[in-house]
């Protein structure tokens, strides 16, 4: 597997933990207890924006790329490029909710808990579709000269909560996985 290729099967594992966690805290909250606002809020920030900057930007350059190269199933790719633009409008829709809530604003908790499930099912959806049947066309058809291609033009940067962890803004969300990472249960 290219390194490109590994590096977004990471960052999918790495944006499942997260889901895993915005869902448990969304059961939490189902159940009427007030889970951390603002830790969720981190995620919602964190998905949003690593994705938006870093791993949708480079998944759009290899379907393209896989595109050009005469790949079928056109529509996989195509859906999978206009769900990148209403990720970001999914979770700006439950960041405001959360926002909401923390500015003390009189919200229903049916509808923030449905903006979040709908993040978290909608994420895991897209997920699933590129690991299915996106990055096993991609691997098929790309050479190592598309890879060079595609990891000179793709962008770069830290992932800010998994790379070197941003202090600021996701102190919470890194607290919250180093305790789970090192939590009695689960090292057992």
């Not at 998944?59 to 005469?70: M, N, P, Q, S």
């Not at 979040?116 to 590129?130: D, F, I, P, W």
Request: with cysteine.
């Amino acid at each position: 597997m290219h390194a490109v290729m590994t590096n977004l099967a990471q960052d999918h594992a790495r944006l499942t933990r997260v889901l895993d966690l915005l869902q448990g805290l969304l059961d939490r909250f189902h159940e009427g207890v007030e889970p951390d606002f603002e830790l969720m809020q981190e995620m919602v920030e964190y998905i949003g924006t690593y994705a938006d900057i870093v791993h949708h930007p480079t998944e759009d350059i290899i379907f393209r790329r896989v595109l050009e190269k005469g790949a079928g199933q056109h529509d996989v790719f195509d859906v999978l490029m206009r769900q990148h633009a209403g990720l970001s409008a999914v979770s700006k829709r439950f960041s405001k909710s959360l926002e909401g809530i923390i500015n003390e604003e009189v919200l229903l908790r049916e509808d923030v808990e449905a903006n979040g499930r709908e993040l978290v099912a909608t994420m895991r959806a897209h997920l699933q579709l590129e690991d299915a049947e996106a990055f096993p066309i991609a691997q098929q058809y790309l050479d190592d000269d598309d890879w060079a291609a595609i990891e000179a033009e793709a962008p770069v940067a830290e992932d800010p909560l998994f790379g070197t962890p941003d202090p600021v803004r996701f102190r919470a969300l890194y607290r919250c996985l180093y305790e789970q990472a090192h939590s009695p249960e689960i090292s057992e």
